[in-house]
């Protein structure tokens, strides 16, 4: 077996001890790919007209003044218009 085998057995037994839930693998999963967040959202949400306006993994939103600040995954709004972050 060669150095570069060895190595991807290695990875191949890491991505088998991941969990689509787990953040590392949810990056992945998510990232750049709008159709699935929508699809899993509107599950979630139990909002079949929820549409994914914008995806951006971990994005901070500080807040000032002592109101808290969030990390938000994707943006989006239903067919009236409400916003859903």
């Known amino acids: ?3 570069t085998d060895k190595q ?6 890491r991505l ?3 969990r689509p ?3 590392d693998f949810m990056r992945c999963l998510f ?3 709008i159709p699935l967040a929508e ?3 509107r599950i979630i949400t139990d909002k079949p ?3 994914i306006t914008g995806c951006e993994t971990q994005k901070d939103m500080k807040r000032l003044a002592g109101a808290r600040s969030i990390c938000l995954d994707a ?3 239903d067919s009236v218009g409400k916003n859903m972050i």
């Open 31 to 33: 990232k750049d790919n």
């Open 1 to 3: 077996m060669t150095v």
């Open 21 to 23: 839930i787990d953040d």
């Open 49 to 51: 007209d929820l549409i």
């Open 8 to 13: 991807h057995q290695e990875d191949l037994q």
């Open 75 to 77: 943006y989006g709004m």
């Open 16 to 18: 088998r001890l991941l």
């Open 39 to 41: 699809f899993v959202l």
